[in-house]
């Protein structure tokens, strides 16, 4: 039963970045998770970010099933969750980002144990 842990937190991690990764089919998604119009300079560049979470949400799926990839899924997801708290926070909490930084606050603790698994000396 432990054995399906790390799958399981990567499958969440995974399940994390699937929203924001659908906004790169379905664009109006941008909108309301950013409330940002397809007029404006920044959708452009939301549309690439939500292309990212794909890449982001693929390799942690990928690492669900193939204990190979989960060091660099384990650190691709660190480095989308943790950059995006930083930047949250650092820009004074937008009000706006509240549900997207909970969200990310929440897959810490599976973040955690992703890293773990990841690299502790039994996984290589």
């Known amino acids: ?3 399906i842990l790390p799958a399981a937190a990567f499958v969440f991690l995974a399940a ?3 929203v924001p990764a659908l906004a790169a089919a379905r664009p ?4 309301s998770l950013y409330g940002v119009q397809p007029q404006d300079a920044a959708f452009a560049m939301l549309q690439h970010r ?3 979470f794909a890449a982001v949400f693929t ?3 990928w690492a669900a099933f193939d204990s190979t990839t989960r060091p660099a899924a384990a650190i691709l997801a660190a480095i989308s969750m943790l950059s995006f708290l930083w930047i949250y926070q650092s820009a004074g909490q937008p ?3 509240r549900s997207i930084a909970l969200a990310d606050l929440i897959g810490l603790p599976a973040l955690a144990f992703a890293l773990w698994t990841a690299f502790r000396p039994e996984a290589r």
Do not use: I
């Open 1 to 3: 039963m432990w054995a």
């Open 16 to 18: 994390l970045h699937l």
């Open 59 to 61: 390799l942690c799926l």
């Open 50 to 52: 939500a292309a990212l």
């Open 95 to 97: 009000p706006r980002l």
């Open 28 to 31: 109006a998604l941008l909108t």
